[in-house]
Antibody, heavy 116, light 107 residues
Framework: EVQLVESGGGLVQPGASLKLSCVAS????????MSWVRQTPGKTMEWIGD????????NYAPSLKNRFTISRDNAKSTLYLQMSNVRSEDTATYYC?????????WGQGVMVTVSS | DIQMTQSPSSMSASLGDTVTITCLAS??????LSWYQQKPGKSPKLMIY???NLEDGVPSRFSGSRSGSDYSLTINSLGYDDEGIYHC?????????FGAGTKLELK
């Protein structure tokens, strides 16, 4: 059974940094592109970026490229999202997803709240 | 970016009804479109990919179609388990984009 389990969210102050993790199981992690997608409190979905199966290439939403970094550790079957200089508009539930290339599995999501 | 205009934003239907949700793509996306069902407090679940392909395990009451730039999700014989928010998603071109979602409620 495919499982994606995110962690690392919580309440953070504006301007701070945060690193989310997503541990994958039930499939060969190193065979798949992976992505991060976030959902705002109003339920709007926004694609953040993706990373190639070997970690050699990433793509980002232009509006987030300068603040967010995606990486992976295939030995640990773990996907990461490094967020820097967070803003109130980054408040959302963050999902890691498996790409086929369409997204076929989503994690349970982790909430990030940016507030002072 | 490709805009996905999803309609309606919300709808209410009765048990056994047939409902259709539509996404209009602002430019050609081929058939690179998927549909997801999201229940309250849960993560989205893949229902349709490639515009018309039913994901394994999804009831055949769900179907996807395309007419030009309009992509539709149709649910036949509506049941209470079908309540939720439905999202369309284009993965033809970077950045991938989503529709605004359709909240489906049963009367």
């Amino acid at each position: 059974e495919v499982q994606l389990v995110e962690s690392g969210g919580g309440l953070v102050q504006p301007g701070a940094s945060l690193k989310l993790s997503c541990v994958a199981s039930g499939f060969t992690f190193s065979d798949y592109w992976m992505s991060w997608v976030r959902q705002t409190p109003g339920k709007t979905m926004e694609w953040i970026g993706d990373i190639k199966y070997d970690g050699s290439y990433t793509n980002y939403a232009p509006s987030l490229k300068n603040r967010f970094t995606i990486s992976r550790d295939n030995a640990k079957s773990t996907l990461y999202l490094q967020m820097s200089n967070v803003r109130s508009e980054d408040t959302a539930t963050y999902y890691c997803t498996r790409d086929r290339p369409h997204v076929d599995y989503w994690g349970q999501g982790v909430m990030v709240t940016v507030s002072s | 970016d490709i805009q996905m205009t999803q309609s309606p934003s919300s709808m209410s239907a009765s048990l056994g009804d047939t409902v259709t949700i539509t996404c209009l793509a602002s430019q050609d996306i081929g058939n690179y479109l998927s549909w997801y069902q999201q229940k309250p407090g849960k993560s989205p679940k893949l229902m349709i990919y490639g515009a018309t392909n039913l994901e394994d395990g999804v009831p055949s009451r769900f179907s996807g179609s395309r007419s030009g730039s309009d992509y539709s999700l149709t649910i036949n014989s509506l049941g209470y388990d079908d309540e939720g928010i439905y999202h369309c998603h284009q993965y033809y071109e970077y950045p991938p984009t989503f529709g605004a979602g359709t909240k489906l409620e049963l009367k």
